[in-house]
Nanobody, 115 residues
């Protein structure tokens, strides 16, 4: 079983930045695709960015150029650097580990963008 714990969310003004972290239970990045998803109130959960076991990155069109996913295998941690935040980025952000259709999720971290 994979355990994921997110942190780093908060309240930020438009144009601001945050770095979200996802600590995984053990060194799993060589076997599991890691991703960040978000879910805004009244909307479906959507993929923001993912990084495969081979390091291939996939970003949603809505965040290209603003959000960057990365991982540190030594720390068993995946990051999401979020820049140029806008009110429409307000959501709960979830870390995900996926392997052969099996998914594990963290508890989520709230990001609120407001002036």
């Amino acid at each position: 079983q994979v355990q994921l714990v997110e942190s780093g969310g908060g309240l930020v003004q438009p144009g601001g930045s945050l770095r979200l972290s996802c600590a995984a239970s053990g060194n799993i990045f060589s076997r599991w695709t890691m991703g960040w998803y978000r879910q805004a109130p009244g909307k479906q959960r959507e993929l923001v960015a993912s990084i495969s076991t081979g390091g291939i990155i996939n970003n949603a069109d809505s965040v290209k150029g603003r959000f960057t996913i990365s991982r540190d295998s030594a720390k068993n941690t995946v990051y999401l650097q979020v820049n140029s935040l806008q009110p429409e980025d307000t959501a709960v952000y979830y870390c995900n580990a996926n392997r052969y259709g099996i998914n594990y999720w963290g508890q989520g971290t709230q990001v609120t963008v407001s002036s």
